[in-house]
């Protein structure tokens, strides 16, 4: 373990943190505090006010964002927002490894962008590690996918609804199916 970086640091370079970290608490604490903030926001009617509380959470001033209610968050800081995105109703972000969202991504119902895992091995299972997620501009999410950790969804790339996305996604393709693979190009 580095103890020059904290546990979110770690995380979000990739370290695996066992449950017998002197600084797992940290983990729920801030999951927690996430928690409160999303009840006014889950609850709100009013554009502004979520896009103000959204921007509380993940630490910067949002432009342009649109989110439809419910969302579900764990950890704000390790989440950049660009300009023009669309986010539907019912979606997750474990963000512990980080998200990156660029500018004009739409963003399906119910869609999930998991940055976090758990190693293979019995002994360590109960470990927790991180890999980003980065969705690349213009890119489009569609309804009940998944994103796992480690995986960048290429620019102008669409993912179709209900995808498990395991694997990079070049730039400019439709991807689909469990586990996602390309259907076709998309012609610029």
């Known amino acids: 373990m580095r103890f020059n970086e904290d546990i979110f640091a770690r995380l979000k370079n990739g370290e695996t943190v066992m449950p017998d970290d002197p600084e797992i608490h940290k983990l729920l604490e801030a999951s927690y505090e996430v928690k409160k903030q999303l009840i006014p926001l889950n609850n709100s009617t009013e554009p502004d006010e979520i896009l103000k509380i959204l921007s509380e959470i993940v630490g910067e001033k949002l432009e342009n964002v649109a989110v439809f209610t419910p969302i579900y968050i764990n950890y704000g800081k390790n989440i950049n927002i660009g300009k023009n995105v669309f986010i539907n109703f019912d979606c997750t972000f474990l963000a512990l490894g980080g ?29 927790l590690t991180g890999q980003p997620v980065h969705i690349k501009r213009n890119a489009w999410i569609g309804a009940n996918a998944t994103i796992l950790p480690g995986v960048t969804i290429g620019e102008n790339a669409v993912v179709a609804a209900g995808a498990v996305v395991s694997k990079d996604v070049p730039d400019h393709v ?9 259907i076709k190009t998309i012609e610029s």
């Open 174 to 182: 439709v991807v689909g199916g469990i586990p996602a693979k390309i």
């Open 99 to 127: 998200i990156t969202i660029e500018d004009d991504v739409l963003i399906g119902p119910k869609v999930s962008l998991i940055t976090e895992n758990h190693p293979l091995e019995p002994q360590h299972r109960k470990g």
